[in-house]
């Protein structure tokens, strides 16, 4: 494949006309929709151009069609949208999207009475709208390539998180992104907003209602740390395996700031997610947590950048993927150290462990240091499942497939210990167990 694949003719599906027909069925300020019309501009010469081949060459686009799809009304119940994390607590706050529209926001009301919003970003663009222009675009730039000004032409909400200087969040807060009709577009926009000395914890899921309806997600992350604030931001990718996803996600972290994000990548036909994290400030820090597992023909795709712009800055990133049967994972990271950010220390790793002969796994690391104080490193490993460990495990008495759970999830387990929320490390284990067929 090469990366000028999905060119104009294959996206005439979301041509002038579409554009403009979608646009004129929003209700939305005119700041907005001035955005929407430079973003198509740039998304219409953007989709004439090859995609970058360092990020897109190992990625199949050829069987993707985006006329299949569209932007549709919901029409499922939000009551019965399959979830990996929605019940197994009490949230400060919730937001439900399915089919690109907002089904449902909470919030608790002593949260709100202190300045804290939370919910759907079509609402929120019209009651603070100076809010949002004033960070809208901050992490992820509309022309950086064809999908970013593809999401920004079209976006259909999404949701927002504002939490005020100070301000801390004991409780975790959840959104959900569904997806429910045979050939729905969705492309949700995640805008986090976190003041000086804000503290808040955000866990994100996707999911698709029927197993075997097709969809579409085009989606963006933008995560804001303000200085000495602390954000925990979880994702579950859980789409079915007959929808595409394609997302661009970035944090940036101010002074003395920290953000820790882990992804976990299950679902999707195909994902690819560009991943950027901008330490912008003197001691800003952040974590990056990720776990994939791929079967059948999927690929999942990560593009990480761990980006240091000043001084004392610290980036940590482990990815950890599983792969079996004919599926494949693409990783390509990358430190970047500018020439004023001495005294940095950036790791990032990325381990894989294949079930099967006929997966594989593509794990490119790279630095690029102009600063000469630092301390930067970067690995990654694969390798098979020893098979004198099922022997030995079956020996006891464990069926073949508990004991490759049991060898899976002491491999995870390194990044399981890095996530202090407890029900994410539940949520991730029991994903592991439908992987392996031994959960419900």
């Keep these: 494949m090469t990366p000028a694949a999905t060119t104009n003719e ?23 929709k001035t955005r929407r019309r430079k973003a198509f501009t740039v998304f219409e010469e953007l989709r004439q151009k090859p995609l970058d081949p360092e990020e897109w060459k190992r990625i199949e686009l050829r069987p993707f069609q985006p006329e ?20 197994r607590a009490a949230f400060a706050g919730t937001v439900t999207h399915l089919d690109g529209q907002c089904r449902g926001t909470a919030l608790q009301e002593e949260l709100a009475e202190r300045g804290v919003l939370f919910g759907d970003l079509a609402e929120l663009a019209g009651k603070h709208g100076e809010l949002l222009q004033r960070h809208w675009a901050r992490a992820v730039r509309s022309d950086r390539d064809r999908f970013a000004a593809w999401h920004a032409a079209f976006c259909t909400g999404g949701t927002v998180l504002y939490v005020p200087e100070g301000v801390t969040i004991e409780e975790p807060l959840h959104s959900l992104i569904a997806l429910s009709q045979d050939g729905a577009a969705d492309f949700s926009h995640t805008l986090v907003i976190l003041e000086r000395g804000a503290s808040a914890t955000l866990l994100e899921e996707t999911a698709s209602v029927d197993p075997e309806r097709s969809g579409l997600h085009v989606g963006a992350v ?6 000495h604030a602390t954000l925990r931001y979880v994702q579950l990718q859980n789409w079915n395996q007959r929808t595409w996803h394609f997302a661009q996600q970035a944090g940036r972290v101010a002074a003395g700031g920290r953000l820790q994000w882990t992804v976990g990548g299950l679902g999707s036909k195909l994902a690819h997610i560009h991943q950027d994290v901008d330490l912008d400030g003197p001691g800003a820090e952040a974590q990056v947590n990720g776990v994939s597992f791929a079967t059948d023909r999927q690929t999942l795709s990560f593009y990480t950048q761990q980006t240091h712009r000043a001084r004392r800055t610290r980036s940590d990133l482990l990815y950890k993927d599983v792969l079996r049967d004919r599926s494949r994972v693409v990783w390509r990271g990358m430190i970047k150290v500018f020439p004023e950010a001495q005294q940095t220390d950036g790791y990032q790793r990325n381990d894989a462990l294949l079930l099967s002969d006929s997966c594989r796994v593509d794990a490119i690391p790279g630095l690029e240091i102009e600063a000469d104080d630092v ?6 490993t ?59």
């Excluded at 294959?10 to 907005?32: C, I, K």
């Excluded at 301390?375 to 990654?380: E, K, N, V």
């Excluded at 022997?391 to 399981?416: D, K, P």
Aim: glycine share 10%; net charge negative.
């Design 10 to 32: 294959t996206m005439a599906g979301f041509d002038a006309s579409a554009f403009e027909a979608f646009l004129q069925s929003r209700e939305e300020p005119s700041w907005w």
């Design 68 to 87: 299949r799809f569209r932007v549709m009304p919901a029409t499922g119940h939000a009551d019965q949208l399959p979830t990996l994390m929605q019940n």
């Design 222 to 227: 933008e995560l804001l740390v303000g200085e």
């Design 375 to 380: 301390r930067c490193t970067h690995g990654t």
């Design 382 to 440: 694969a390798g098979r499942v020893d098979e004198e460990q099922i022997l030995y495990c079956m020996c006891r008495g464990l069926t073949e497939r508990e004991a490759m759970h049991m060898i899976v999830g002491g491999f995870l387990q390194t990044v399981s210990d890095r996530i202090p929320v407890e029900m994410v490390r539940e949520t991730l284990n029991q994903a592991v167990q439908q992987k392996l067929g031994l959960g419900g």
